[in-house]
């Protein structure tokens, strides 16, 4: 099974960027497809980019313009790059193999706040 850990969350103003990463190991990365999930407080999490295993992206239209998802398969890691950000990207940011369901195991996240 693998193993994910995100990083490169923070604090920023809205309008700024940041950039995550979502760090593999413990399977053959490449051969998924990988996804960025976010939740909010109080709110179911929700499925925010894709990407295949070569390299086609998807978007939530929340975010689609904003934000751009990659993978370095020689690093076992994806990227989320967002731009642009609002007070509503506000949330803990996961990464993981697409689908999930309720049995998904799931990291321990990184907090994206966006706040003036």
């Known amino acids: 099974q693998m193993q994910l850990v995100e990083s490169g969350g923070g604090l920023v103003q809205p309008g700024g960027s940041l950039r995550l990463s979502c760090a593999a190991s413990?399977?053959?990365?490449?051969?998924?497809?990988m996804g960025w999930y976010r939740q909010a407080p109080g709110k179911q999490r929700e499925l925010v980019a894709t990407i295949t295993r070569s390299g086609i992206t998807d978007y939530a239209d929340s975010v689609k313009g904003r934000f751009t998802m990659s993978r370095d398969n020689a690093k076992n890691t994806v990227y989320l790059q967002m731009n642009s950000l609002k007070p509503e990207d506000t949330a803990v940011y996961y990464c993981?193999?697409?689908?999930?369901?309720?049995?998904?195991?799931w990291g321990q996240g990184t907090q994206v706040t966006v706040s003036s």
């Open positions: 993981n193999v697409p689908p999930v369901t309720k049995k998904t195991t």
């Open positions: 413990g399977s053959v990365f490449s051969i998924y497809a």
